[in-house]
């Protein structure tokens, strides 16, 4: 799928990027640093081994290719850009040209949708109270407010997560956290289900029929 450019490109600082320069063979692994709305985007300068520095540095010429791939809520965004200059002080940083289109291909198997459901979530033998803010027949993305009290949470870790919405016979279904990130004082658990009840998948794929029939 094609975007334009004013669909609007959201990749925070801190996300991981693998970038591809037109006339050197690997793909690299950066980071976004930031970037200015149609003017620019910084990525770090890629780690590389001495003896393909010079090589990597004779790629990164003013105006050479180069392809940028990162993954935004189980998405694989990409775009191309052009080198503006590379720099090593104050800090090893590469200059790309704003993306004038984005392209980008779902790897979610089940469509998601927004919502604000309240839930429980089983942190470190507590049950949590927070939020569902959105949801398909494969997983969620629940929302808790986070304080010092605020159990922690692993990638991998096995959660049970509770719900109206759910029902009967299984209030609680069982998952596996699949991403865990703070967003000011609010921390974000992406949630895997591992096992949904027939009944439990009947009402889910109801809500979510009904859900997406209304907001297209």
């Not at 919405?165 to 703070?182: I, N, T």
Request: charged letters at 20%.
């Amino acid at each position: 799928m094609t975007a334009p450019l004013a669909a609007g490109f959201h990749c925070p600082p801190g996300t991981k990027m693998l970038l591809e320069v037109a006339g050197y063979g690997d793909k690299l692994a950066t980071a976004c640093v930031g970037h200015a709305r149609g003017r620019f985007v910084v990525v770090q300068m890629p780690g590389q081994a001495d003896s393909g520095r010079d090589a990597l540095y004779q790629m990164l010429a003013p105006d050479n290719a180069a392809i940028v791939r990162y993954l935004h809520e189980g998405t694989v965004v990409g775009f191309s850009a052009r080198i503006i200059k590379w720099i090593q002080v104050p800090f090893p940083l590469v200059f790309l040209t704003y993306p004038a289109r984005l392209e980008s291909h779902d790897l979610r198997r089940h469509p998601r949708v927004s919502c604000c459901l309240p839930g429980k979530a089983g942190l470190g033998g507590a049950a949590v109270a927070g939020m569902i803010l959105d949801l398909s027949l494969s997983g969620c993305q629940f929302s808790v407010l986070h304080d010092e009290k605020t159990p922690a949470v692993a990638i991998d870790d096995k959660v049970g997560l509770s719900c109206a919405l759910f029902g009967a016979p299984s209030p609680e279904l069982s998952c596996s956290v699949k991403r865990v990130a703070l967003s000011g004082r609010r921390l974000e658990i992406g949630l895997k289900f591992l096992d949904v009840p027939a009944q439990t998948r009947d009402a889910l794929t109801l809500y979510l029929q009904t859900a997406l029939s209304v907001l297209g």
